[in-house]
């Protein structure tokens, strides 16, 4: 069979689930469906009753979906710092939210912040040639001059002017900063005034929720500055609205060092249901095919393994749907993937353990349409060959009723309720 036919059988022209990361998914520039999932909700209740929080769960959890979710859903009520991979782009994003609000009331408020000196520190920035801000790594090998010393004596004096005139504002403080070359992108003396405008509390800052999603690549070096970076501005936006952070589980005990973040309630960041796995499948694949009357790829026997093998984590739930369907593409398989394509593909004859086993039996007796099943019945699919997985029917019954919070009745023999 030839791919094209192929093609024709599902309608993809291309793999939906070959992009699973939200920062790319958006570079990109393709419209991938989104769902407002139990992790939205839950984070847009946070946010309306000015909740400080930190949600921290798996990497590949949607911690960063779901933040650039509830920014939609919140508008102008937040700063949705979602997506950035260092920083330098979180500040930029801030530095960018001043400028662009150029108010009469915000201005007359910088004003009053440049007229007392609060930010003449920048004055570091014209000493010399060379950058002589302490906190900068490149400050001995700084050229931020691209113009000579004419230039950079003109950059000077234009500076002096600024800060010692009332007319000074946010707007011209951007355009000075913009005549300097593009290592003012990550410069700190950038990210200095930034932390100074904030805590000079303007009135269009104040009261905000700050959605503050911690990119898996942040922290991933064992030096400090990222950590104090982001604990310097966690402390500030707490002084000046409410903040919702996202992190792995591994960066927030990084960061709990810290007795700013230390003091900021944990909560474990919500997977998503079944239902909404099963939706982001159907959302993808229509979202990519041709005609939206195609048939879906997988079965249902073959969605619900994928989630359970997937324990509800988004990412690696989309990876293993492309798997195979790249298996099926090479195998020019011309009929939906089942369970047992799945688990083929995936190895999960070689891989299953306990729990993966116990929730693919399930999940097959509910394809089958049983409600009430005997745990004797269950026992003796896992011990059989497609599993091979040996449990006693006291431990099994003990982890469906505490696990699975599945309902049980003796009538007479032990049975267990898998479908509501």
Known sequence: MSEEIWHSKFGLEEDPFGVY??????????????????????????????????????????????????????????????????????YNYLWDQIS??????????????????????????????????WDCRKRDRCRWIT????????????????????????????????????????????????????????KF??????????????????????????????????????????????????????????????????LPTQDELKEIYVERVRAFQQNKSEPLPFDDSAVQALIIYSHNIPRHFIQNCSDVLFAMREQRRDEPADKDFVMKTLGFRTDMNETDAIGLVLAKLQVEGRVWVKVKEIQNVLEGPEFGVV???????????????LEHRMNPDSEYKIRP
């Open 205 to 270: 800052f104040m009261n905000k929720v700050y959605l503050l999603d911690i990119h898996d690549e942040f922290l991933t070096c064992q030096k400090r500055r990222d950590e104090y970076i982001i604990e310097k501005l966690v402390a500030i936006l707490q002084q000046i609205g409410n903040v919702i952070i996202t992190a792995t589980n591994e960066q927030y005990n990084r960061l709990k060092v810290s007795e700013n973040v230390a003091r900021i309630r944990k909560v474990n960041f919500p």
């Open 391 to 405: 449990v006693s029917a006291r431990r099994l019954g003990r982890r469906l009723k505490n696990e699975w919070k």
């Open 21 to 90: 990361d939200y920062t790319i998914e958006e570079e990109r520039g393709e419209n991938y469906p989104r769902i407002k999932t139990l992790a939205v909700q839950k984070i847009v209740e946070l946010a309306k009753s000015r909740t400080n929080v930190i949600l921290a769960g798996k990497k590949g959890a949607g911690k960063t979906t779901a933040m650039a979710e509830t920014a939609k859903e919140l508008g102008e009520e937040c700063f949705g710092m979602i997506g950035f991979r260092t920083t330098a782009d979180i």
């Open 100 to 133: 662009d609000t150029e108010s009469e009331e915000e201005r007359k408020h910088l004003e009053m912040q440049f007229s007392c000196g609060k930010l003449r520190q920048a004055d570091l920035w014209f000493e010399e040639t060379n950058c002589r801000y």
């Open 147 to 202: 113009k000579g010393e004419e230039g950079h004596k003109a950059l000077k004096d234009k500076w002096k002017d600024e800060i010692k005139h009332t007319t000074v504002t946010k707007r011209k403080v951007k355009d000075i900063i913009w005549e300097i070359n593009y290592i003012t992108r990550s410069c700190p003396m950038k990210r200095l005034i930034v932390n100074e405008i904030l805590l000079s509390k303007p």
